[in-house]
């Protein structure tokens, strides 16, 4: 385990997780309560695939238990899909 693998770190790049929330109201809801984690810059929703993907930027580090924590109050999962890729 590492910084990188353990954080979701600051920029461009963000973190993409899988969830198994399905309807658009219950991702809203996973939105709302990651925004409720402080440093979160952005949450792009990707109804697009499936499992539905959630990217998250922030402006500072996150933890991403912190994170897959805070969703599982919805009731539902965030998990990490991969990594970022490191050019």
């Known amino acids: 385990m590492s910084l990188?693998?353990?954080?979701?770190?600051?920029?461009?790049?963000?973190?993409?997780f899988g969830t198994d929330a399905i309807e658009q109201k219950e991702l809203d809801c996973i939105k709302k309560r990651i925004f409720e984690l402080d440093g979160i810059k952005d949450v792009k929703l990707n109804t697009e695939v499936f499992p539905r993907e959630i990217t998250v930027y922030t402006t500072k580090l996150i933890s991403i238990e912190d994170l897959e924590?805070?969703?599982?109050?919805?009731?539902?999962?965030?998990?990490l899909k991969d990594s970022f890729d490191l050019y």
Not at 6 to 14: A, D, R, T
Not at 69 to 79: C, D
Request: charge should be positive; glycine fraction near 12%.
């Open 4 to 16: 990188i693998s353990e954080h979701i770190i600051p920029g461009l790049h963000g973190r993409v």
């Open 69 to 79: 924590m805070k969703v599982k109050t919805t009731g539902f999962h965030a998990i």
